[in-house]
RNA sequence: GGAGAGAUGGCAGAGCGGUUGAAUGCACCGGUCUUGAAAACCGGCGUACCGAGAGGUAUCGGGGGUUCGAAUCCCUCUCUCUCCGCCA
């Protein structure tokens, strides 16, 4: 959520800012700041009248004490006006506030000055690519039927036992995907980030907390008994824990690793995209994230680049970075960096990783602060990204590292898996 | 699932319907003392919003009600704890 009072004195750059993202927010933000004027207003008028009421109350208590019944009992029939006034104005405040609320959560983040404008996957900007495109001497297999082929993953046995989407590994797809995620970990680790193992459900405030609630609800899965969502990432859960929180001091900087299946009901989704491991309802994720100092989040961001790079490369991977366009950055984020590794077999680029700086949007919500040295309290800032998702990283892998005699392991990988080809 | 108890400031823990935004202790910050530290003593110390400021308002789990006045009374929801049952 944008900050009313970034709206209130920056107005002109919040609108620019949201161009970007093919947004005209003129409408919404007149509204906003025209809701917001008369709610000042009112708000102030409603005071004057409690301070009032309180000022009147308290007298009649020192006249009880002194005995002056009488006295009081006429103090007494002065308030039923400004009580009437009191609840009217109170009521009104109310809905104003509600109404401004409502507006705000409409509003996307306002993109960093960096991104570039556009609409689309066009317009995103290729930063960086490692490596070149492999080329085969044998006809490239995609990973569904690589998958089938060496018994990896049943995708039909899943639909059975579930549904679409929910893939079932497998002998050693099974543990590939253990292998990753114990790589990825530790990765993670040697970089500083400390590990948790977060509850899969959460609740709703923990959804308004990092912004999927109520932008997304049609895309989680809700337990209807209990008012409970899965998480569609370890986001959601890590960084809530410090919800509601003030950070004593300004010297600090959290960086957060987790593991956790993730859960999308990827409603809307068909075609193609949805091939094999392109798209899941359950996939399993690392997850970094991070709570910073405003004045280090541009630094942040750059390392967890720098991370997910390394792993990529450890990987043997050939990919590219991505600055998206407005129109292609979550509705949370400042700014987004996309990672995608290309396969040759599906002739596509595959998107690995997202690395986002929300800067202060998430913690708005999450009320999530500091004390600055001179005891003022400030908004952090926060970041995460994927490292990595692990279905199309193993897509990937498959694809990218397949031989006639099967698909080599990563060097990097290989104390993990136990075995250095899949045949 | 059944029965009971409870929810107050960073923590612990008082609180009669009327200067209680809230005692007290601990923690924390500043100071005095000290060669330094500890101890002792003095002072400070929640959050949010409105306001140029003075100041005002709200907030004692959430919501509603009674009252001139609610942390204190009533209703309701949520959560936590204890015991019993069930179970990994």
Redesign the pocket.
Known sequence: MLE??RIRNEKEAVLEGLKKRNIDATATITKLLEV?QEW?LS??E???I?????????E???L??QGKQEE?NA??SK??DL?EKE?TLKTKV?GLDAEMTQLLYQLPNVPNELVPAGKNELDNITVLEVGSKRIYDFEAVPHWDLAKKYDLIDFELGVKITGAGFPIYKGKGAKLQRALIAFFLEEAEKAGYEEFIPPLVVNEASGYGTGQLPDKEGQMYYVNE??LYLIPTAEVPLTNIYRDV?L?SEDFSIKMTGYTPCFRREAGSYGKDVRGLNRLHQFDKVEIVRIEHPSNSEKALEEMIDHVKGLLEKLGLHYRILRLCGGDTGFASAMTYDFEVYSAAQEKWLEVSSVSRFDTFQSTRL?L?F?TAD?K?QLCHTLNGSALALPRIVASLLENHQTPEGVIVPEALRKYTGFDIIN
């Open positions: 009313l009072q917001d000042r708000k102030a409603l005071e004057g409690s301070a009032e009421l309180n000022q009147i109350a308290k009649i208590g020192d009880f004490k009081a103090a007494k308030t039923a009580k609840s109310d209990d008012d003030i004593p009320k602060r004390k005891k309290t």
